[in-house]
């Protein structure tokens, strides 16, 4: 996302909450992008930092802005938007298929991206579709894997992985690595197979498609 907006001649800030940095002003940006983390969205007595940041994302939506939420960053655009967030019945950690919904195959963003596509999953709970929204994507393991809202997107999976990320990932997360149908053991999440590269060119397709349709509304 980083290496995309530049190239694109965008500036970019950033915001690390558990750091205490503070919020941007919604008239300084024109894209919020919310990334994941380990902590559920509704646990604001332990991170007291989740409620500015919904409340940022609230007038970020109402203000025009473009908003895109990765895993936990798209379950608070779901929260955001009057979607719920709960448990899913299957924990997904791994990398598995991604198949666009009717809706997803009809969505002028969405439709640049293949209609079934692997992408790395790394999450417990899951989204409501918020009212009015699209549902655009699905998994075997997770029916909500993606929607669309005006110009709020929210992504249940990740197209942004890397190696270096996964190292990461594998180093401060494995503790999400309980057997289950859908997880993944850890050298099958680091070797990724084709995952990396495929999934970086569609994120930058994904972004380049959000930019010509929705900038300029």
Known sequence: MERWALSRGHALSRTRLFRGEELPDPSRFDWLIIMGGPMNIYQEDKYSWLAKEKDLIGKAISGGKIVLGVCLGA????DALGGVVTKNRYKEIGW????????????????????????LHWHGDTFSIPPGAARTAESDACPNQAFILGKAIGLQFHLETTPESMKRLLVNCSYDLAA??????????ASGGDGYDGSGSLMERLLDRIESELANR
């Open 75 to 78: 379950q608070m655009i779901s």
């Open 96 to 119: 598995f298929p991604v198949r666009l919904t009717e809706e997803g195959r009809a969505s002028p963003v969405f439709s640049v991206l293949p209609h079934s596509f692997v992408a």
């Open 180 to 189: 289950g149908p859908y997880v993944q053991e850890p050298l099958a999440l």
